[in-house]
């Protein structure tokens, strides 16, 4: 097994580290990683590992794809709605009135309803905590105003999503998610192990979940069933893989001798009967490469993008997983890209919009 990064080889890494020393342009640079992978410093190990939330909650694509606000009534389309996970965790605010949505505690009702292993079941939770918060009055008209139980807020027929929404926008790109890729980019930049044992604290728990989520049954997409995909639709499950790979491929070598990080999972494999234990690093390697990168080649159906997306992806993950014994195997892939995407003159075949004329170029 190789345990040393492959696309961020230490001869990178050094020539990183020697322009960060004679360059202000690199240590401002290094400033700005490390400054963004700070909020998720914050976080207690505890807290970094519950995170992450299990595929029984359901996820959409956008509160409304042709909706408004419902206290101010003013237009709130598609993408509009503004989310920030750090600072307004399980809200969506309304970019108009700067209402915060669900007006529940909804992050109370979800550690309500945790199971045995530690994923929401809704059955178990506790409903007398679905209430507005600004109107904890039973007989206030406002009392469920705005509430949102993870189904939706439902008012004279319409739903809005805000907390399916707020999961994919929120809590997976911009915690979880995007916590591991900057928590990895610290590691790089840096050399400081702690990043790579918080990364791989929220690493090791996706890949506990990852298996099970599956867009097309538990999404929401225009107000209909979803289509292909993960915790996401099909075309960001695509990228948000391609970024988890890479981000376990730089910090693989630092967790795989990280015996604190080892321990610290395997009191929550005792502590929750999860399915794989963690007794030794080897096991958290295991458990990171069978559950996200094995399972991405096993069902790259879900991942299916505008081309070459998905063949990257793929390669990326066949890479890490097997180079260099597969290097054979890895450069037919590229060579199959490669001859697929020069056809007609560089460019898909796609003869739209000029952003998916030119994708191959850009990926």
């Known amino acids: 097994m190789n ?9 990178l890494i050094q020539k990183a580290q020697e322009n960060i020393a004679h360059h202000v342009w690199a240590k401002e640079i290094q400033n700005q990683i490390v400054q963004d992978a700070q909020p ?10 519950g995170l992450m939330f299990g595929n029984t909650l359901k996820r959409s694509w956008m509160v409304w794809s042709n909706g408004h606000c419902p ?50 079941d809704a059955e178990l939770a506790d409903r007398s905590l679905l209430f507005n918060a600004d109107h904890p009055d039973p007989n206030d008209p406002d009392h469920l105003f705005g509430v949102d139980d993870g189904e939706g807020f439902r008012a004279d027929g319409n739903i809005w999503w ?12 911009q915690v979880v998610q995007g916590g591991i890729c900057k928590l990895a980019n610290a590691y790089t930049v840096t050399g400081d192990r702690q990043y790579a044992y918080k990364a791989g604290i929220l690493l090791d728990r996706v890949a506990d979940l990852y298996p099970s989520f599956d867009f097309k049954r538990e999404g929401v997409m225009y107000e209909k069933n979803g289509d292909a995909g993960c915790v996401s639709t099909w075309h960001d499950a695509c990228e948000e893989v391609r970024e988890l790979i890479l981000a376990y491929d730089q910090i693989r070598g630092a967790i795989s001798e990280d015996d604190a990080l080892a321990d610290f999972l395997q009191a929550k494999f005792e502590q929750y009967a ?53 290097r054979e195997q890895v450069m037919e892939l590229v060579d199959e890209m ?10 898909t075949g796609e003869k739209g919009l000029a952003g998916y004329a030119s994708g191959v170029i850009q990926s």
Request: hydrophobic share 35%; net charge negative; proline share 6%.
């Open 162 to 173: 805000f907390v399916s929404t707020y999961l994919i926008y929120g809590q997976w790109k």
């Open 274 to 326: 999860l399915g794989v234990s963690k007794a030794k690093p080897i096991d958290v390697i295991q458990n990171i490469e069978t559950r996200i990168l094995q399972e991405t080649l096993d069902n790259f159906d879900k991942i299916r993008s505008n081309y070459p997306r998905q063949e990257i992806a793929l390669i990326t993950c066949h890479t890490v997983l097997g180079w260099p014994e597969n």
């Open 71 to 120: 206290v101010c009534e003013t237009d709130v389309p598609m993408y509009n709605w503004e989310i920030d996970a750090l600072n307004r965790p399980w809200k969506a605010r309304c970019p108009h009135c700067s209402e915060d949505f669900p007006k529940n505690d909804f992050q109370a009702f979800y550690q309500s309803g945790l199971d045995a292993q530690a994923v929401f």
């Open 338 to 347: 490669v001859e697929t995407s020069t056809v007609v003159g560089g460019v």
């Open 40 to 49: 998720y410093m914050k976080f207690s190990d505890d807290e970094l590992w």
């Open 3 to 11: 345990n040393t990064s492959l696309f961020y080889p230490k001869g």
